[in-house]
């Protein structure tokens, strides 16, 4: 089955603990992106990968990291998480253009 | 920079009943993509359909119709014969190319009564 996996689906850690999403696709797509989701204000793009080691910020990138050292993989780092990186995470990935993305389940993130 | 809006946070409707979400966007590019998602309460992001600038006609996938006006920069969804699995939220979005950033807006929660 196509898809984009993303775990874990609840996380729940403490100022200052480095943690890591992992997100993988099976569908060969070069596209990858990560998103946040927060009450009122829809969905903003933290950053994309157009390739292996192909990475760019997107609209909100401050506090995160990201790697694409294969095709399939594109982790989201937090290197020292802070509460208002309480959030709903999406991974997304895409084929080309104009055919939109595939989203992950997501993962729903507090920091306390 | 590009933005959508949503101007209904909330909408209601009947089963078998039709609704129309709107959605208007505001760009200087004449090549893009219009899309519209659904997430239900299980949050999955789920593309419903999906729009090429381009493209004068309007899409269509079963229940799900668009009216897109160019001009206008308007891209609203109609949903016919609702049904109770239509309750969730809807999110349009605007996008240049893949890769780049979907622009969402910041939704439409569309409820559907029996």
């Known amino acids: 089955e196509a898809q984009v996996t993303q775990n874990p689906r609840y996380l729940i850690t403490v100022t200052g603990k480095k943690l890591t999403v992992t997100c993988s696709q099976n569908m060969n797509h070069e596209y990858m992106s990560w998103y946040r989701q927060d009450p009122g204000l829809g969905l903003r793009q933290i950053y994309y990968?157009?390739?292996?080691?192909?990475?760019d910020k997107g609209d909100v990138p401050e506090g995160y990291k990201v790697s694409r050292k294969e095709k399939r993989n594109f982790p989201l780092i937090l290197e020292s998480p802070s509460p208002n990186q309480t959030s709903l995470y999406f991974c997304a990935s895409s084929l080309n253009r104009g055919h939109g993305y595939t989203f992950g389940s997501g993962t729903r993130l507090t920091v306390v | 920079a590009q933005t959508v809006t949503q101007s209904q946070p909330e909408m209601s409707v009947q089963e078998a009943e039709t609704v129309t979400l709107s959605c208007t966007y505001d760009?200087?590019?004449?090549?893009?993509?219009l899309f519209w998602y659904k997430q239900p309460p299980s949050r999955q992001m789920i593309l419903v359909i999906r729009?090429?600038?381009?493209?004068?006609q309007n899409a269509t996938e079963n229940r799900f119709s668009v009216n897109f006006q160019k001009a206008a920069k308007s891209f609203s969804l109609k949903i016919s014969d609702s049904q109770l699995g239509d309750a969730a939220m809807y999110f349009c979005?605007?996008?240049?190319?893949?890769?780049?950033?979907?622009?969402f807006g910041k939704g439409t929660t569309l409820s559907v009564s029996s």
């Open positions: 760009t200087s590019e004449s090549d893009y993509y």
């Open positions: 990968s157009m390739n292996v080691e192909v990475t």
């Open positions: 729009q090429e600038a381009y493209k004068q």
């Open positions: 979005a605007y996008g240049l190319q893949a890769g780049t950033a979907l622009i």
